[in-house]
Nanobody, 133 residues
Framework: VQLVESGGGLVQAGGSLRLSCAASGFTFDDYAIGWFRQAPGKEREGVSCISSSDGSTYYVNSVKGRFTISSDNAKNTMYLQMNSLKPEDTAIYYC???????????????????????????WGKGTLVTVSS
C-alpha cells in the first residue's frame, strides 16, 4: 500500500496550488480517505475528506470556500485544489486512508473526528506547501 502526494511548493498569498494523492495497493472503495496537514510546531489537522461512494465532502472551517477536494476513483487519485492561499495554510499536506470496515457503518469520508478516534491506517510522506505573505 502506498500513498504519494505531489503538487506542493512555494506560492504567494492569494495564489493557488493543486495537490494530488496517488494511491496504490488498495482501492478507494475499501478505504475512507482524506487530506491532513501539519504546520511546524502544531498538531495534525484534518483539512478535507471525500466519500468515494457518494461524493460527499467535509472541509475544516478555515478552508471552506477556498479549497476543493475531488477524486478520480478510476485512477485511484485524490486531489485538493487550494485557492486564495494564506500564510497560515503553510504546512506539510498529506493524504491518509483508513479501512472502512473498521469505521462505523456507512463511514466513507475520513473526517478529522474519525481519524482522531480510529487512527490512520496509511499515509504518505507529504508535500510541503509554503505560502509567503
Amino acid at each position: 500500500v502506498q500513498l504519494v502526494e505531489s503538487g506542493g511548493g512555494l506560492v504567494q498569498a492569494g495564489g493557488s496550488l493543486r495537490l494530488s494523492c496517488a494511491a496504490s495497493g488498495f482501492t478507494f472503495d475499501d478505504y475512507a480517505i482524506g487530506w491532513f496537514r501539519q504546520a511546524p510546531g502544531k498538531e495534525r489537522e484534518g483539512v478535507s475528506c471525500i466519500s468515494s461512494s457518494d461524493g460527499s465532502t467535509y472541509y475544516v472551517n478555515s478552508v471552506k470556500g477556498r479549497f476543493t477536494i475531488s477524486s478520480d476513483n478510476a485512477k485511484n487519485t485524490m486531489y485538493l485544489q487550494m485557492n486564495s492561499l494564506k500564510p497560515e495554510d503553510t504546512a506539510i499536506y498529506y493524504c491518509a486512508a483508513t479501512l472502512r470496515a473498521a469505521l462505523p457503518y456507512g463511514s466513507t469520508c475520513l473526517s478529522p473526528q474519525l481519524a482522531s478516534h480510529y487512527g490512520l491506517d496509511y499515509w504518505g510522506k507529504g508535500t510541503l506547501v509554503t505560502v509567503s505573505s
